[in-house]
């Protein structure tokens, strides 16, 4: 995520979601978590396709990520935000995780009427702890890529 993007994050939004989440309320909860896990997912992306970008120059190739997407990533959703970091990431585990979060955001954001509101209670609180594990794989893979960005 960009530097600023972060320092709002670490400020503003994450006590405010802790304070959400202490009074109860974990939809609004996995709301912001949705917000966060695109802006990354967006950055990661982007660190991506510059690297190689710089990659296939050096081969003398052209790469060029906006003819590769009907769209920009700022109008992609959160699900095909993680179908394109298929391409990127080799890390299943992660991909796996990405799409356990994007299933149970959508069932709690898109399907309330739907289930039981007890069980995706439930279920929000438990995504709680196994989001910000995500967070650090993907902080993770941000400074492996920003390193292959230097290096390329």
């Given at each position: 995520?960009?530097?600023?993007k972060w320092?709002?994050?670490?400020?503003?939004?994450?006590p405010?979601?802790?304070?959400?989440?202490?009074?109860?309320?974990?939809?609004?909860?996995m709301?912001f978590?949705?917000?966060?896990?695109?802006?990354?997912?967006?950055?990661?992306?982007?660190?991506?396709?510059?690297?190689?970008?710089?990659?296939?120059?050096?081969?003398?190739?052209?790469?060029?990520?906006?003819?590769?997407?009907?769209?920009?990533?700022?109008?992609?959703?959160?699900?095909?935000?993680?179908?394109?970091?298929?391409?990127?990431?080799?890390?299943?585990?992660?991909?796996v995780?990405?799409?356990?979060?994007?299933?149970?955001?959508?069932?709690s954001?898109?399907?309330?009427?739907d289930?039981?509101?007890?069980?995706?209670?439930?279920d929000v609180?438990?995504?709680?702890?196994d989001?910000y594990k995500?967070?650090?794989?993907?902080?993770?893979?941000?400074?492996?890529?920003?390193?292959?960005?230097i290096t390329?």
């Open positions: 995520m960009e530097e600023e320092e709002k994050l670490k400020k503003e939004i994450e405010r979601i802790d304070k959400l989440a202490e009074e109860g309320f974990v939809f609004e909860t709301l978590f949705s917000v966060i896990l695109e802006e990354e997912l967006k950055y990661l992306i982007e660190i991506y396709e510059t690297v190689l970008n710089a990659t296939a120059i050096a081969m003398g190739l052209c790469f060029e990520p906006d003819n590769l997407r009907n769209r920009n990533l700022e109008s992609m959703t959160l699900g095909a935000l993680i179908r394109m970091m298929c391409a990127y990431v080799d890390d299943d585990d992660t991909i995780q990405l799409q356990e979060f994007n299933k149970s955001r959508i069932r954001i898109h399907k309330v009427f289930e039981n509101i007890v069980k995706l209670e439930q609180k438990i995504i709680k702890n989001f995500l967070m650090e794989k993907l902080v993770d893979l941000e400074i492996e890529a920003l390193r292959s960005r390329a």
